[in-house]
């Protein structure tokens, strides 16, 4: 008696806040991360800079190099934002990528684990409303490797218009580096390092874990680094400040366009 074929076993597609994943933008392809989704599992967020609207989103995936590539395509990008004009006055970098996902191809989860992935404390993300972000506050970045990079915030309205990367320069980022050199001697003073690399676009920025909660704060999404000083010997991590940018599209999000009522799924 034949016996009835066993149904082939598909592996499932993760995706989380840190994982990397492949888009094109005029022909060309990139690997940068996933930065969560935002309402629902179905609406994800990214850097825009690597994406054409409606281009597809793929997944790169470790454990199953023999996929193909039509089988790790998870969703779409649905809109982009670069340079935004503020309501109130002034202009705004936004870089942000919206991105409809397909949650029947993978799971989508917002959560993300310290000290590394596996088997340690899962942290929930929230987007950071305050209205002021404090000088040299420290922060995290969970880096295209999987770990965890620290640093300090030195500048919340960093602004060049002179950036070729983005269209019209880049305007209000936070600047992050690898040490708080406020107390140094005037020797060290000026060692001003980013503390990410390429690859990282779209890296959280959040705050540092606390046993008193389970909560991630994310200020801003990694865009790229900034070198400047004498022969660029200088440069900072650049990120968005997620709030303002979610503030000001947010009626491209919701009918009714209140950012407060906007977060991470």
């Not at 999987?146 to 980022?173: C, K, P």
């Amino acid at each position: 008696m034949d016996l009835p074929a066993r149904p082939s076993q598909q592996i499932q597609m993760e995706l989380f806040p840190g994982d990397r994943i492949v888009g094109k933008r005029s022909g060309e392809y990139s690997c940068f991360l996933f930065s969560g989704s935002i309402i629902n599992l179905e609406q994800g967020i990214t850097v825009a800079h690597a994406l054409d609207d409606q281009s597809d989103i793929d997944i790169q995936l470790q454990f199953d190099s023999a996929r193909s590539v039509h089988d790790r395509i998870v969703g779409k990008c649905r809109k982009t934002f670069e340079n935004l004009q503020r309501q109130g006055g002034g202009r705004l970098t936004a870089d942000l990528a919206l991105l409809k996902l397909n949650t029947t191809r993978c799971s989508v989860g917002n959560t993300v684990w310290w000290p590394f992935r596996g088997e340690n404390t899962a942290f929930q993300i929230r987007i950071y409303r305050g209205q002021e972000i404090p000088a040299d506050t420290e922060v995290i970045i969970l880096d295209r490797n999987g770990h965890f990079q620290s640093g300090y915030i030195r500048s919340t309205h960093l602004t060049d218009v002179r950036i070729e990367a983005l269209e019209g320069g880049m305007h209000n980022v936070l600047g992050i580096c690898a040490e708080n050199n406020t107390d140094a001697s005037a020797d060290t003073q000026n060692n001003i390092v980013a503390v990410t690399d390429k690859g990282d676009s779209g890296a959280l920025v959040m705050s540092v874990p606390s046993g008193q909660s389970n909560v991630l704060y994310v200020y801003g999404i990694v865009v790229g680094t900034y070198k400047f000083g004498e022969n660029e010997s200088e440069s900072f991590t650049v990120a968005n400040s997620l709030f303002e940018v979610i503030d000001e599209i947010s009626q491209h999000l919701l009918p009714v366009g209140y950012a407060h009522d906007i977060d991470f799924a």
